[in-house]
């Protein structure tokens, strides 16, 4: 696509722009007769693959809607078109990909208004001419492009484009002719390669992991202690984020701190999963039990369920802020527990149902928006994106510096894995080690609903003498 070109939506006459107009510092969208004829037939060109019927029939031109209406709010003025261009010349596209969905939105769009309401705009400019010249200048720009079709119709209409009509087939005119309709997608094929990433400047933001947050997190937090001895990142998050949120219900701010407190999967509120906790008291204190629905469950395979626990269930003391705000609130509830879930929808816009697998990838998404949103709350100086897996690597990084009586079992039955093996993957002793507010020194038991596998490593040929440890299975479900 060319540079994009502002002139056309530039006042190019004398005429005062309206009060809305000047607010939002837009002056009107003029066209002339021409450009209106060139911009019909990229309209038309847009038809090539899909009808506007095709797109209605298949529920596709209802996303184009919510898209434009998306891309609208990104702009004080309010208009689509005006708001590609803004983000287009200041080229700030996360993607190429979200680009092409924009701009095939937004073209679609403005080429059926330009369908619909250019051959009423050009009866009206030529029964409107009084220089009879003039007049026949215009039928001949206009007669190479019409088909009977439009002829008949434009014969026997007798509506007029008034000025919020006008304004509409301006804007589109205008947008199609800077913006030109690209069914095939071939702008997107044949964008330029990618330059080698060592010339291209990294997004820490977009490629951070998972640990690599944590990590910055806990340096964070080691230079906060040096000023506040007891300084914690997560107590932090929960006190300056989570609890001023006004958008955020007493449910949601429960799920949040059950995922700070727990390190559950976020797929695990979903509707059909979900996370019971219980209010009690242990040895006069205030203490919570939470228990939690596996997702990584598959077909039985030797007695155990694919990759992850049927359930799992972590009792912990309450000692920390977000703790003790989930106890007060699970204790107001009538008998001392709720069910912690997240609402997805079950069922398409096209009425098809949707899979399980698909309600809990939206709950996912839906939870890792809030905790993202909420970090840059907490952390705004923060150069790594907060997500809900990074709350899981804490909890298993404080396990594992902790110290207290529990083993990789133990840790295996709290995460909800099969393996202690798998553990591998979160966190680490070195992350956590030394730091103040760990979540490991509040739980008391883990339990789960199948023992947790303990794969025996061959010993290295170089060891003379090789001594297997067997230990139990404290992951296990016990008596009581």
């Given amino acids: 696509m060319t540079k994009v070109n502002r002139d056309l939506f530039a006042d190019q006459n004398k005429d005062a722009p309206s009060a809305d107009d000047s607010r939002h510092g837009c002056a009107p969208v003029q066209m002339s007769f021409e450009q209106s004829i060139e911009s019909y037939n990229l309209a038309l060109q847009s038809t090539a693959l899909f009808s506007f019927e095709d797109l209605m029939r298949s529920g596709t031109w209802h996303i184009y809607e919510q898209r434009a209406a998306s891309i609208a709010r990104k702009h004080p003025s309010r208009d689509p078109f005006i708001s590609y261009l803004a983000?287009?010349?200041?080229?700030?596209?996360?993607?190429?990909?979200?680009?092409?969905?924009?701009?095939?939105?937004?073209?679609?769009?403005?080429?059926?208004?330009?369908?619909?309401?250019?051959?009423?705009?050009?009866?009206?400019?030529?029964?409107d001419e009084k220089n009879n010249d003039h007049r026949l200048h215009l039928i001949r720009c206009l007669n190479p492009h019409l088909d009977k079709e439009v002829i008949d119709y434009m014969n026997i209409a007798n509506e007029r484009l008034f000025a919020d009509k006008l304004r509409i087939l301006r804007n589109a005119v205008a947008f199609l002719l800077q913006v030109p309709p690209d069914p095939y997608h071939t702008s997107l094929r044949n964008r330029p390669a990618k330059v080698d990433r060592e010339e291209e400047p990294s997004d820490s933001r977009a490629s951070a992991s998972k640990k690599a947050t944590l990590l910055a997190l806990n340096r964070h937090q080691r230079r906060k202690a040096k000023t506040f001895p007891n300084y914690d990142w997560r107590s932090h998050f929960w006190a300056m984020a989570v609890i001023p949120d006004k958008d955020l219900d007493d449910h949601r701010r429960a799920c949040v701190a059950a995922l700070m407190l727990t390190g559950c999967r976020p797929s695990e509120f979903c509707v059909?999963?979900?996370?019971?906790?219980?209010?009690?008291?242990?040895?006069?204190?205030?203490?919570?039990?939470?228990?939690?629905?596996?997702?990584?469950?598959?077909?039985?395979?030797?007695?155990?369920?694919?990759?992850?626990?049927?359930?799992?269930?972590?009792?912990?003391?309450?000692?920390?802020?977000?703790?003790?705000?989930?106890?007060?609130?699970?204790?107001?509830?009538?008998?001392?527990?709720?069910?912690?879930?997240?609402?997805?929808?079950?069922?398409?816009?096209?009425?098809?149902?949707?899979?399980?697998?698909?309600?809990?990838?939206r709950v996912s998404v839906s939870l890792g928006k809030l905790i993202t949103r909420l970090g840059k709350i907490a952390f705004p100086q923060l150069r790594h994106i907060l997500t809900p897996y990074v709350f899981r690597h804490a909890f298993a990084s404080d396990f594992k510096a902790s110290g207290q009586d529990m083993d990789d079992c133990d840790l295996a039955a709290g995460l909800g894995h099969q393996s202690t093996r798998t553990q591998e993957h979160y966190g680490s002793a070195n992350t956590a080690r030394s730091l103040a507010g760990s979540r490991a020194q509040q739980v008391s038991q883990m339990k789960c609903s199948t023992p947790v596998r303990q794969p025996v490593r061959p010993a290295h040929p170089s060891l003379k003498h090789t001594q297997t440890r067997s230990k139990g299975h404290p992951g296990a479900p016990t008596a009581g």
């Fill in 87 to 127: 983000i287009d010349a200041s080229d700030g596209w996360k993607t190429a990909n979200s680009k092409q969905s924009y701009r095939s939105a937004l073209t679609r769009i403005a080429a059926r208004d330009i369908v619909q309401l250019s051959q009423i705009y050009w009866r009206q400019v030529i029964a």
């Fill in 272 to 361: 059909d999963l979900g996370i019971t906790v219980h209010a009690s008291g242990i040895d006069d204190q205030s203490a919570l039990r939470f228990k939690i629905a596996g997702a990584k469950v598959s077909g039985e395979t030797d007695g155990h369920s694919g990759k992850g626990q049927i359930w799992r269930q972590v009792d912990m003391l309450c000692q920390t802020s977000e703790a003790v705000w989930l106890f007060d609130y699970i204790s107001s509830m009538p008998n001392g527990f709720t069910q912690l879930q997240l609402p997805a929808a079950t069922i398409k816009q096209t009425g098809e149902v949707l899979m399980p697998s698909e309600r809990r990838r």
